[in-house]
């Protein structure tokens, strides 16, 4: 009886390499001064990387390059990657973190709420990972990972415009998978839950509760947690195409 083995192959010039490369690596994280985005520059800053942040207001965790630029800007774009790769080389791991909601009930929404929210969420992701992708098929290697939402997947009344959005990473990180595994670049998802940041202070005490009521862990993650999930998937060598539950067990099934 032969038992095929397979050993984890570190060689960067192999496709099938484990993970990015050796620490540290390139990093990319939009929306990183605040909430789940600066959670996760954290945790690759803590780990050795070398890390850009992106925002519109600026104010990046200590240890990370500290970069101006609206995702749904072009130009703003090509100019932040520009100054990552400057300062710290291709980027090897992108993390397309930065959203906005603009929630209001199908009737009253506006193509503005509906366009703007895909504009900064999906198309913008789009934009990120096609620049990204330039040299991670040069290197042979790269990590690209979408900040989607639990609503994505379940839905939710007043967010048909965010919950498109987020529905639409997941097919463009499974469209991303097939097209790049050849040349060891994942492309992943992580779907948190609800998530202790501004973003959900927003809501009222009635309302949260009404969410933390249905989360089988009853209660917010905080940002920390969805950051471990997303360090994993950087290292992780041989995961594509997946989406990653950091919700407390709210969408499971889904
Ligand atoms: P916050 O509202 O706290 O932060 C949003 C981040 O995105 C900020 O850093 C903001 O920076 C940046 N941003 C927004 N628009 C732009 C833009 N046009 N150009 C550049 N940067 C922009 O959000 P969270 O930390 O809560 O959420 C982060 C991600 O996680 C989002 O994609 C969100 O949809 C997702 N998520 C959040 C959940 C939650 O419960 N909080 C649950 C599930 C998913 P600045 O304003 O300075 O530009």
Redesign the pocket.
């Known amino acids: 009886k032969v038992i095929a083995t397979v050993a984890p192959v570190t060689d960067s010039e192999n496709p099938t390499t484990q993970s990015p490369s050796p620490t540290p690596r390139s990093v990319l994280i939009?929306?990183?001064?605040?909430?789940?985005?600066?959670a996760i520059a954290e945790a690759f800053v803590a780990n050795g990387d070398h890390v850009a942040v992106?925002?519109?207001?600026?104010?990046a965790p200590d240890g990370a390059l500290d970069l101006l630029?609206?995702?749904?800007d072009p130009d703003a774009v090509d100019e932040a990657y520009a100054a990552a790769e400057a300062a710290h080389g291709p980027i090897e791991v992108l993390v397309a973190?930065?959203?906005?909601?603009k929630d209001t009930l199908v009737l009253r929404m506006s193509e503005d709420d509906f366009t703007s929210v895909i504009d900064?969420?999906l198309t913008?992701s789009f934009r990120l990972a096609k620049r990204a992708t330039k040299s991670m098929l040069r290197l042979r290697r790269g990590r690209i990972i979408f900040?989607?939402?639990?609503?994505g997947l379940l839905g939710n009344a007043g967010q048909v415009n965010?919950a498109a959005s987020?529905a639409g990473l997941v097919g463009m990180a499974r469209s991303l998978a097939r097209e790049l595994g050849s040349r060891g670049i994942t492309a992943n998802v992580v779907?948190?839950?609800?998530?202790?940041?501004?973003?959900?202070e927003a809501l009222t005490e009635e309302q949260a509760k009404a969410i933390t009521d249905k989360v089988p862990l009853g209660r917010?993650?905080a940002?920390e947690e969805?950051a471990a999930a997303v360090t994993w998937l950087a290292d992780a060598g041989y995961v594509t195409g997946a989406v990653i539950p950091v919700d407390g067990g709210l969408g499971m099934g889904h």
């Open positions: 939009t929306g990183g001064n605040r909430g789940i985005g600066r992106t925002s519109r207001k600026g104010g630029c609206d995702i749904t973190n930065a959203g906005i909601t900064t969420n913008a900040i989607s939402s639990v609503i965010y987020k779907a948190p839950g609800f998530v202790a940041t501004e973003m959900t917010y993650a940002p969805v």
